[in-house]
Nanobody
Framework: QVQLVESGGGLVQPGGSLRLSCTTS????????MGWYRQAPGKQRELVAS???????NYADSVKGRFSISRDNAKKTVYLQMNSLKPEDTAVYYC?????????WGKGTLVTVSS
């Protein structure tokens, strides 16, 4: 059974930082593409960042230079370091794994950026 469990969300002031973690089980993590998506109230879910098995990364324009995605294959965990947070970053953040045409999702963690 595949499980993706996000953690690290919370309330942070504008300009602050958070690090999200996603711990996985039941998948061959090292050969899976991993990603972070987010969904703000009333908006569609959007890709924030992705990292492939070889380590290459991709970011949404809105987070380039502020967010950084990384992975630890030994811990089967993917991270999202978020710096210089803005109110518009407020959303539920979801971890995603992609392997052999199948996408797996976590339940999400809420990030609220507010003063």
């Amino acid at each position: 059974q595949v499980q993706l469990v996000e953690s690290g969300g919370g309330l942070v002031q504008p300009g602050g930082s958070l690090r999200l973690s996603c711990t996985t089980s039941g998948i061959i993590f090292s050969s899976s593409a991993m990603g972070w998506y987010r969904q703000a109230p009333g908006k569609q879910r959007e890709l924030v960042a992705s990292i492939f098995s070889g380590g290459s990364t991709n970011y949404a324009d809105s987070v380039k230079g502020r967010f950084s995605i990384s992975r630890d294959n030994a811990k089967k965990t993917v991270y999202l370091q978020m710096n210089s947070l803005k109110p518009e970053d407020t959303a539920v953040y979801y971890c995603n794994a992609y392997k052999n045409g199948i996408m797996y999702w976590g339940k999400g963690t809420l990030v609220t950026v507010s003063s």
